[in-house]
Structure formats: structure tokens, C-alpha cells
């Protein structure tokens, strides 16, 4: 069991820079990879980013490579997604995600727990 609650989205220009966070509580295994998935009217929930809990391997999604981070904090329990550079098209709800990846950690169905969101707006 794992519960997910994000924060620190809000408004920013194009070029500037937020970083979110995603606090895991309850029992948190190492197993346990943890992903940023991000929606808009329209669309479908999309990969961002996903980090292993343990060992520090992370995934990025094309479109955001090379602007966002994901990091974990494991003494907190916390992952965060430092995102620079934002452009108005990363406009979206970001979600942050967790579960026990058996075959592709950009797939939204592979994960099981799922926060509220926060929104991100980036003004141009």
C-alpha cells in the first residue's frame, strides 16, 4: 500500500523552472519504481519520467529529456521532478505514480498507485 500526495506545481513563464515533489507514504519497498505521468484536456495520461526507487536508474520521455530530473529523496521518501526550460506545451496535470514495473515503466497501466496531481502552467 502506498499513498502519493504532489506538490509545488503552480505558473511559470516559458524558460523558467518548478520543481515538484511527490511524498510516498506506508510501506515503500525498493522494488518499487516511481514515475511522473502528466495530462491534458483531450489527451491521455503521458510518461515523463520514472526513477527505481534504489539504485538511481531513470527513464525520460523524449520530449522532456535534457530539461527535466527526477531524483529521489529515500531518507523522505520523496521524488521529485526538477523541470527547467518549461515551454508552454508542458502545460499540463502532473501526476506522480508507483508500482512494480514488470516489462515497460513508460506504460501508465504498468503502475498501481496514483497521486491527486498538481497543476503545471506555463505561460508564454
Known amino acids: 500500500q502506498v499513498q502519493l500526495v504532489e506538490s509545488g506545481g503552480g505558473l511559470v513563464q516559458a524558460g523558467g523552472s518548478l520543481r515538484l515533489s511527490c511524498a510516498a507514504s506506508g510501506r515503500t519497498f525498493s522494488r518499487y519504481a516511481m514515475g511522473w505521468f502528466r495530462q491534458t484536456p483531450g489527451k491521455e495520461r503521458e510518461f515523463a519520467a520514472a526513477?527505481?526507487?534504489?539504485?538511481?536508474?531513470?527513464l525520460y520521455a523524449d520530449s522532456v529529456k535534457g530539461r527535466f530530473t527526477i531524483s529521489r529523496d529515500n531518507a523522505k521518501n520523496t521524488v521529485y521532478l526538477q523541470m527547467n526550460s518549461l515551454k508552454p506545451e508542458d502545460t499540463a496535470v502532473y501526476y506522480c505514480a508507483a508500482g512494480i514495473i514488470s516489462t515497460n515503466y513508460v506504460a501508465r497501466d504498468e503502475y498501481n498507485y496514483w497521486g491527486q496531481g498538481t497543476q503545471v502552467t506555463v505561460s508564454s
Open positions: 526513477i527505481v526507487w534504489t539504485g538511481g536508474s531513470a
